[in-house]
């Protein structure tokens, strides 16, 4: 198994930016596809981005141009930049890896004037 720890949340004013990270522990991190995915309020939880072990990334049309995936194998960590943010941004933002389906506990992220 895989522990996944998030941080980064907060609360952001709508047009601030955020950046998440997570640390992963064990020696697959840099061999599997990671992921951030979120949850808001009475809502499922949706695929936000996803970057493969060679570094191919994906995201959700909804923050496409907005927020960036990368990964740092030295450090076995995942980010999320999040830009330009929107009061539909806030939710709980969880990692989650591929290899083991293992996923953090999450950190909210919360957009309010």
């Known amino acids: 198994q895989v522990q996944l720890v998030e941080s980064g949340g907060g609360l952001v004013q709508p047009g601030g930016s955020l950046r998440l990270s997570c640390a992963a522990s064990g020696s697959i991190f840099s061999i599997t596809t990671m992921q951030w995915h979120r949850q808001a309020p009475g809502k499922q939880r949706e695929l936000v981005a996803s970057i493969s072990s060679g570094g191919s990334t994906n995201y959700a049309d909804s923050v496409k141009g907005r927020f960036t995936i990368s990964r740092d194998n030295a450090k076995n960590t995942l980010y999320l930049q999040m830009n330009n943010l929107k009061p539909e941004d806030t939710a709980v933002y969880y990692c989650?890896?591929?290899?083991?389906?293992?996923w953090g506990q999450g950190t909210q992220v919360t957009v309010s004037s």
């Open positions: 989650h890896e591929r290899y083991f389906t293992s």
